[in-house]
């Protein structure tokens, strides 16, 4: 570009803005010397194209760019390295939050279809496992997300692949959830994760990822995936301390869908690991004052109100959401977990205290017109997970010994399965598509201990038979199913049964 002269007409125009207003991101009129520049007795510079140099430090702008975006001719610092190095900065006004530039590959998009195909598979998603898994806000799935551009935006296409996985069932020969669509999901998740693209999506795609491992059984994944899960949450100002905070949610809406991926979060986080207590969560445990989910009906209507809102310590009512009612049942198994992991579990009367507690919250759940199957089935599952360690144990407490109590809530729990799981419809005789996998934890345990027994008891062979056909229909849609089957035939197999 020819250099401006001084010489020249006082009028005349410049082709591009000067050096100073690129620099300092200023719109420029191109005069000479521009408003801008005279207004601030700066040098006003026309004559290189090329990398700036600021007229002095403090008139210097830094602009926070994606990592892997090449800006020579100006000062960046990626996102994510502000946000833990000094997230005060980016309070003030002289930073520009850009969002990330993250191409989508093109196969991306190919793998979700076009529009109606995507609007299908939302549907089944949200008429399915949103029923008992409720932590995207439907509201706004469909107005931000659900939309063509959402082709540029790189996190919500993996939210998108996220629901596109969890909502395709794996191939039936051979039956390996290990599909090429999940190992996609996966590799893309983790190219999104690392960039600068720092948003709720990215982490709604992490928790789909995770709860897809869990429904088919792919471990230590699944326990991983959790992990990073609660740490990005973290990274995003989800749950922590309010000093680190970058940005205030705009609409009630928003806050409600952050709170409820944390209670997600939590939910898995504790479910993960009912087999196998002992493993420390990765997120703390609730506190009486953290805030419960809203009611489920008004957050996918995106009709909230700040004074719905009640605290875990609130005693259960009726009126609690379905999520809500999950949310506190999920705490009692995080305490249940810790309970009987210490070598002392068995000798003190938190064991007596938390059985009452799942029993009460139990008879609440069941006392209402229209019961939430999936909450009755978790609760279940934290009662066999209280009571597994003192089966076959000679540990007491108090004047009646644990392995008592433990084989008096097993018979309690069989005696619910006609009534309630078959009855009822609460576990045996459920569409696989909308069932969770909450239930099967339970239902493996009261099997395998009626095993030995089928043989000498109708109802022992009932409710085996049952609880087997059930783990059948369900493994053709969840992969976990058919590994609890597998390891029945290894208990039947070394117990001779």
């Not at 039936?172 to 720092?198: C, G, M, W």
């Not at 709720?200 to 059984?217: D, K, S």
């Not at 419809?425 to 345990?445: I, K």
Request: one cysteine or more.
């Amino acid at each position: 570009m020819p250099t401006p002269d001084s010489d020249n007409d006082p009028t005349t125009q410049a082709r591009l803005a000067c050096n100073s207003c690129r620099m300092r991101k200023r719109k420029c009129d191109k005069a000479l010397p521009c408003s801008q520049c005279a207004k601030r007795s700066l040098s006003c510079d026309y004559s290189r194209p090329g990398p700036l140099t600021p007229a002095s430090e403090s008139d210097r702008v830094w602009y926070i760019r994606p990592v892997d975006e090449e800006e020579p001719d100006i000062q960046s610092i990626d996102l994510p390295t502000v946000l833990f190095l000094d997230p005060t900065l980016l309070q003030h006004g002289q930073v520009d939050m850009s969002r990330a530039a993250l191409p989508v590959p093109a196969h991306m998009l190919h793998l979700l279809g076009n529009m109606d195909e995507m609007h299908l598979m939302a549907s089944s998603y949200f008429e399915n496992i949103h029923t008992w898994m409720p932590f995207i806000s439907k509201k706004r799935f469909y107005g931000s997300h659900l939309r063509p551009s959402f082709q540029t935006q790189p996190d919500v296409v993996l939210l998108l692949l996220s629901l596109r996985l969890i909502t395709t069932p794996p191939p039936p020969r051979p039956r390996n959830p290990r599909t090429p669509l999940y190992h996609v999901v996966k590799h893309f998740h983790l190219d999104v994760e690392s960039s600068s693209a720092i948003s709720t999506p990215v982490l709604q795609a992490g928790i789909l990822l995770a709860l897809y491992e869990i429904l088919h059984a792919i471990y230590p994944a699944a326990f991983q995936s959790i992990g990073a899960c609660a740490r990005y949450a973290h990274a995003l100002g989800i749950n922590v301390s309010k000093s680190l905070n970058t940005r205030k949610p705009l609409a009630l809406v928003e806050v409600e869908e952050r709170r409820r991926v944390w209670w997600a979060i939590v939910i898995l986080d504790r479910f993960v690991s009912i087999g196998c207590p002992g493993r420390p969560f990765a997120t703390a445990d609730p506190g009486l004052d953290d805030l419960l989910p809203a009611d489920d009906t008004a957050w996918d209507q995106g009709v909230l109100s700040s004074e719905e809102y009640i605290a875990l310590s609130s005693p259960m009512t009726i009126h609690m959401s379905k999520f809500a009612l999950l949310c506190q049942a999920a705490r009692l198994l995080g305490q249940v977990l810790h309970h009987v992991s210490v070598d002392s579990g068995m000798d003190d009367g938190v064991c007596i205290q938390l059985e009452r507690t799942l029993q009460s919250m139990l008879a609440a759940a069941l006392n209402v017109d229209s019961p939430d199957n999936d909450q009755i089935s978790f609760i279940y599952s934290a009662l066999i997970a209280l009571h597994i360690p003192a089966l076959g144990s000679n540990a007491h407490v108090g004047n009646i010994s644990a392995p008592q109590r433990a084989n008096a809530a097993v018979q309690y729990i069989t005696e619910r399965i006609s009534a309630n799981m078959i009855e009822r419809q609460c576990l045996v005789g459920r569409n696989p598509e909308d069932m969770s996998p909450w239930g099967l934890y339970f239902a493996y345990h009261i099997c395998r201990l009626h095993m030995p027994s089928r043989r000498t008891s109708s109802t022992s062979a009932e409710i085996v038979k049952s609880l087997r056909d059930t783990f059948v229909t369900m493994d053709v849609r969840w992969s976990v199913a058919g590994v609890y089957l597998e390891l029945l035939e290894a208990q039947e197999a070394i117990g001779n049964y």
